[in-house]
């Protein structure tokens, strides 16, 4: 769906779809500094570089690199050493958005939550079935 946006970088009004995220003028600028990217890692002996090597070699912003490879233009299984940082804990990974530690600890605190939920949901069912019975005072 296209909604009408101010560009993050500099502020003009501009129609934002999925494809583009930035007007018109920064949008050609991205694409300029893409293929500065592009041409440096395409070299054989540049393949191996990591994210902090391409941005220094190419005056490219390492934040406009990720930005490349989350939109999948730059595609890290032909360039080991290019990753991007988790969204927990900023440790870099390949895929997803999360690393492996972050996946598995989250994992277990849901499963931390089912299992108290189930517990608490015992708990319920077991005071509602309780029944108590009073003694009535005699009479006198």
Known sequence: MNNLENCPQCFQVFV??????????????????????????????????????TSEATEVKEDLILKFIRQGRIQLSNFPNLGYPCEKCGTLIR???????????????????????EHKKERNELSKSATFYANKPKSI
């Not at 300029?32 to 070299?43: A, G, H, M, S």
């Not at 530690?101 to 277990?108: D, G, P």
């Open 95 to 117: 895929e997803g958005k999360l690393c492996c530690s972050c996946k598995s600890s989250l994992t277990n605190q849901i499963r931390q939550m089912e299992r108290e939920e």
């Open 16 to 53: 934002k779809n999925n494809l583009q995220t930035v007007c018109n003028d920064c949008f050609q600028e991205e694409e300029q500094l893409f293929q500065r990217v592009y041409i440096f890692l395409k070299k054989r002996n540049n393949r191996s570089s990591t994210l902090s090597e």
